[in-house]
């Protein structure tokens, strides 16, 4: 599979968090090369499922929706007042390329005042309450194509390759991870499984967690994986707070299940797929959190690749750690046999 192109696909299709239907669509296209067992919730999680129908089942997550902003408002020079929608951070706002998802897209340009004009005073970061977006149009014209509640993107532009096998876009949080399942699906479907595993792309994870709680519900696997990004080196970062960019990392803690989190270790170890350890003593802002308490409880753990600059237009992962990624996972699903409760089984 070709999972740049993937990745491409993806990130350039909008779907800001609550409005997730047509990355969905394209998230179904994707899945069909593997399995025809395919279905959406109400609410627009889309799962694909392959294995065999004996044996447990392992659900595999990753989310599709993505940061944005929402129109609350146009000025009377047609300039878009906008709030945020899942966590985009103001800082980066100013200078940013967006796509207004009006009547039609229409790109738009969020500026700032010029230093000429503000006696000097740069140092201070803008609040979203300050910035407006323009595209182009008198208020007459916006307002005829614009509307309250619509929402706002980061420009749709393809990944720019680094050197190094380094790629940089906006929404690699958690479209990479969508692609990376894609990977994994490939790698699984060339294997005789003694389980089945459903893989979902969720909604609403950047605002509420809604689709990784209903996912769970819904499916009520016996296991599941968490696939999200963790926080890669960034000036500015403490060393402790991020891991290796070519290391695959598995989070530790009480939203982890102790031997799901071993038999993904073991994984990496059998493949010598070098891993770092992410320790999280609570929330661990995933939707592993809304998943691990459904249905009475459900083992879960965390599989991560690190990411430079997350929530921004240049978020930046490495592709063979996502590749990585996928090796883990496909060789933990691959090794379950008849004694998968027993491996699961928390010692007395």
Request: include cysteine.
């Amino acid at each position: 599979m070709n999972m740049l192109q993937a990745i491409t696909d993806l990130i350039t299709t909008p779907g800001v968090t609550g409005a997730e239907h047509a990355v969905g669509e394209v998230v179904k296209q994707y899945f069909s090369a593997y399995t025809q067992d395919i279905w959406q919730d109400k609410f627009g999680n889309v799962y694909g499922r392959i294995g065999e129908a004996q044996g447990p089942e392992i659900m595999v997550m990753a989310h599709m929706d993505e940061i944005g902003l929402m129109v609350t408002g146009i000025e009377d020079n047609g300039m878009l007042r906008m709030i945020n929608v899942g966590g985009v951070d103001p800082r980066v706002l100013p200078g940013s390329e967006v796509l207004v998802l009006g009547e039609k897209p229409l790109p738009g340009v969020i500026g700032a005042i010029p230093p000429h004009l503000t006696g000097g005073q740069t140092g201070n970061a803008y609040k979203i309450e300050d910035l407006v977006c323009d595209i182009g149009y008198d208020a007459e014209k916006a307002r005829e194509l614009v509307h309250e509640g619509d929402y706002v993107t980061f420009a749709p532009k393809a990944p720019l390759q680094l050197c190094n096998g380094y790629v940089s876009s906006k929404t690699m949080d958690d479209r990479a991870l969508v692609a990376m399942m894609l990977e994994c699906m490939e790698m699984l479907s060339k294997r005789k499984l003694k389980c089945s595993v459903v893989f979902c792309a969720s909604v609403q994870e950047e605002r509420s967690g809604l689709g990784g709680r209903i996912g769970a519900y819904s499916v009520h696997p016996d296991m599941a994986i968490a696939v999200d990004v963790c926080h890669g080196p960034t000036p500015g970062v403490r060393p402790f707070e991020a891991a290796p960019m070519d290391k695959v990392v598995l989070t530790k803690g009480s939203n982890i299940h102790e031997k799901l989190f071993g038999m993904l270790q073991a994984s990496a170890r059998e493949q010598n797929i070098a891993t770092d350890l992410e320790i999280a003593a609570g929330h661990t802002g995933t939707d592993a959190w809304e998943i691990q308490v459904q249905r009475g409880g459900i083992p879960s753990a965390i599989v991560s690749p690190p990411l430079r600059y997350m929530h921004t237009s240049v978020e930046t992962i490495r592709m063979e750690t996502l590749r990585n990624c996928a090796k883990v996972i496909a060789g933990m699903i691959g090794n379950i046999d008849e004694n998968w409760e027993a491996a699961l089984c928390l010692d007395d």
